[in-house]
């Protein structure tokens, strides 16, 4: 019997969700464990699964929308069933009479792609409120139809592709699966522009100084690149850029952070110079390639599992006491930051670790990230050393108790045990703490062991 498929709740209290894609089409057969939708959260693009065999009756909710949790985004039914009234089957299920299809392509949206906040485009169908009743979304010009060898791209590809006239059947992804992503339509674009002829040399009519004739065509070669997606053009002629779902997520947590949570900061610094030449002695022989930002995250395990009492985190029902350690590793993208989390950082090798990053670091970039890669985590290591800031303190990331802030290595003067002056190789971090679940000492207790381990670094090895 046909049943509808609703929005799922991919992450703890998410009210709502965008349809990012449909990867089926109406009247496409599934089976189980074949992704059917994608949603986009404010932080990760995630596939749907189906978790039983089935058939797509009808989409009820075009690509790019904003769905409610809980909201029915399509009718499905058993493999094989024949739905012979689909208004009827909708009715039955309580979403009202459904009026047939309106002839002609659903324009898709425009603001969607882009991650903008912005109601969707008045779909064919009349359905209840909350359910936009309308047929697949159609690709973009030039896409083959659907069970003719599907393209699988992310939303923000398909959008920059159809505004730029691509055709999409010409483009080759490279993205997970050969996805298509955004830099395969940015190349696109340019290759497209690269190979268009030069505009004819025909200067249009005298204009005042910087205007334009209104309808006079600008020269090729003077066109500026595209400005950012959903970007408006405030009175003093600035760009105003709507938030993106990333942004708005990041500001909501943050604020919450620093005006909830009571911070205060312990400042600490190590002499790298043997971590150096040990990462020197790895990379010789390791399958990946070895960062000091891989060693550091290595050593936060290891002083995690020296200080216990620091692997904990604050709720408002108790203290949360983690039985390993997952280390939130922060990465920075166009739209903003993430912290993927490493799954017991203390088990792993420093090549495992260095591998898991680079792919977190390259997914993060593509939007490719699953959003339980994204959720947990007993604590986070940023760095901002690689841009030359030498030291800088961050915001936590509630329940987490700690953030480890992490400088650039810089070659200075030290004094040595013995009292001579010497140069040496020093590193500057800095520790924020919920002093709610870690009190003064206990935090000095870590950083002493922390600062330890990287001036002893065979201790991150053994």
Same mark, same amino acid.
């Given at each position: 019997?046909a049943?509808?498929?609703?929005?799922?709740?991919?992450?703890?209290?998410?009210? &709502?969700?965008?349809?990012?894609g449909?990867?089926?089409?109406?009247g496409?057969?599934?089976?189980?464990?074949?992704v059917?939708?994608?949603?986009?959260?404010?932080?990760?693009v995630?596939?749907?699964e189906?978790?039983a065999?089935g058939?797509?009756?009808?989409?009820?909710?075009?690509?790019?929308?904003?769905?409610?949790?809980?909201?029915?985004i399509?009718?499905?039914a058993a #493999?094989?069933?024949?739905?012979?009234?689909?208004?009827?089957?909708l009715?039955?299920?309580g979403?009202?009479t459904a009026?047939?299809?309106?002839?002609?392509?659903?324009?898709?949206?425009?603001t969607?792609? *882009?991650?903008?906040?912005?109601?969707?485009?008045?779909?064919?169908?009349?359905?209840? *409120?909350?359910v936009a009743?309308?047929p697949?979304?159609?690709?973009?010009?030039?896409?083959p139809?659907?069970?003719? %060898?599907?393209?699988?791209?992310?939303?923000?590809?398909?959008?920059?592709?159809?505004? *730029?006239?691509?055709p999409?059947?010409?483009?080759?992804?490279?993205?997970?699966?050969?996805r298509? /992503?955004?830099?395969?339509?940015?190349?696109?674009? *340019?290759?497209?522009?690269?190979?268009?002829?030069?505009?004819?040399?025909? =200067?249009?009519?005298a204009? #005042?100084?910087g205007h334009?004739?209104?309808?006079? =065509?600008?020269? =090729?070669?003077?066109?500026?690149?595209?400005g950012?997606? %959903?970007?408006?053009?405030?009175p003093?002629?600035?760009?105003?850029?709507?938030? $993106?779902?990333?942004r708005r997520?990041?500001?909501r947590?943050?604020?919450?952070?620093?005006s909830?949570?009571?911070?205060f900061?312990?400042?600490? $610094?190590?002499?790298v110079?043997?971590?150096?030449?040990?990462?020197?002695?790895?990379n010789a022989?390791?399958?990946?390639?070895?960062s /000091?930002?891989?060693?550091? /995250?290595?050593?936060?395990?290891?002083?995690h599992l020296?200080?216990?009492q620091?692997?904990?985190?604050?709720?408002?029902?108790?203290?949360r006491?983690f039985?390993?350690?997952?280390?939130?590793?922060?990465?920075?993208?166009?739209?903003?930051?993430?912290?993927?989390?490493?799954?017991?950082?203390?088990?792993?090798s420093?090549s495992?670790?260095a591998?898991?990053?680079?792919?977190?670091?390259?997914?993060?970039?593509?939007?490719?990230?699953r959003?339980?890669?994204? &959720?947990?985590? $007993?604590a986070?290591?940023?760095?901002?050393?690689m841009?030359?800031?030498?030291?800088f303190s961050?915001i936590?990331?509630?329940p987490?108790?700690t953030?480890?802030? /992490?400088?650039?290595?810089?070659r200075?003067?030290?004094v040595t045990?013995a009292?001579?002056?010497?140069?040496?190789?020093?590193?500057?971090v800095?520790?924020?703490?919920?002093?709610?679940?870690?009190d003064?000492?206990?935090?000095?207790?870590w950083?002493?062991?922390?600062?330890?381990?990287?001036?002893?670094p065979l201790?991150?090895?053994?």
């Amino acid at each position: 019997m046909a049943d509808l498929l609703r929005m799922p709740e991919i992450a703890a209290n998410t009210e &709502e969700a965008v349809l990012a894609g449909w990867p089926v089409a109406e009247g496409d057969e599934f089976a189980a464990g074949d992704v059917i939708a994608t949603i986009e959260t404010a932080k990760a693009v995630v596939d749907v699964e189906a978790p039983a065999p089935g058939a797509v009756v009808r989409l009820l909710v075009p690509e790019g929308t904003d769905v409610a949790v809980g909201d029915p985004i399509a009718l499905i039914a058993a #493999p094989g069933e024949t739905v012979d009234d689909v208004d009827a089957a909708l009715a039955r299920l309580g979403l009202g009479t459904a009026t047939g299809p309106t002839p002609g392509p659903t324009p898709a949206p425009t603001t969607a792609a *882009a991650g903008a906040p912005g109601p969707a485009p008045a779909p064919p169908r009349t359905a209840p *409120a909350g359910v936009a009743a309308a047929p697949a979304t159609p690709p973009p010009a030039g896409a083959p139809a659907a069970g003719a %060898g599907r393209i699988f791209a992310s939303p923000l590809a398909r959008k920059l592709a159809r505004e *730029a006239g691509i055709p999409f059947d010409t483009l080759r992804g490279s993205g997970p699966q050969g996805r298509v /992503v955004r830099a395969d339509v940015e190349a696109a674009i *340019a290759a497209a522009r690269a190979a268009a002829p030069a505009a004819p040399a025909v =200067a249009p009519p005298a204009a #005042p100084a910087g205007h334009s004739p209104a309808g006079a =065509a600008q020269p =090729a070669a003077a066109a500026a690149p595209p400005g950012p997606q %959903g970007a408006a053009e405030t009175p003093d002629g600035d760009a105003l850029v709507p938030h $993106s779902r990333l942004r708005r997520a990041i500001a909501r947590r943050l604020t919450e952070s620093k005006s909830t949570v009571p911070h205060f900061y312990l400042r600490g $610094s190590a002499r790298v110079d043997a971590l150096l030449a040990l990462r020197t002695e790895l990379n010789a022989a390791a399958p990946v390639k070895i960062s /000091v930002n891989d060693l550091v /995250v290595k050593a936060v395990g290891q002083a995690h599992l020296a200080v216990p009492q620091v692997n904990v985190g604050w709720t408002d029902a108790g203290m949360r006491v983690f039985g390993e350690v997952d280390l939130g590793v922060a990465v920075a993208t166009e739209g903003g930051l993430v912290t993927p989390v490493l799954r017991g950082v203390e088990r792993m090798s420093v090549s495992a670790v260095a591998a898991a990053t680079r792919d977190f670091a390259d997914r993060a970039r593509r939007g490719a990230l699953r959003q339980h890669e994204l &959720e947990g985590g $007993s604590a986070t290591v940023t760095n901002l050393g690689m841009y030359g800031a030498e030291e800088f303190s961050a915001i936590l990331n509630p329940p987490q108790a700690t953030i480890l802030a /992490v400088g650039a290595a810089r070659r200075e003067p030290v004094v040595t045990d013995a009292g001579e002056l010497a140069v040496a190789t020093v590193l500057r971090v800095t520790l924020s703490v919920d002093h709610r679940a870690v009190d003064g000492a206990l935090a000095a207790q870590w950083m002493r062991e922390f600062v330890a381990i990287l001036e002893q670094p065979l201790r991150i090895v053994c």
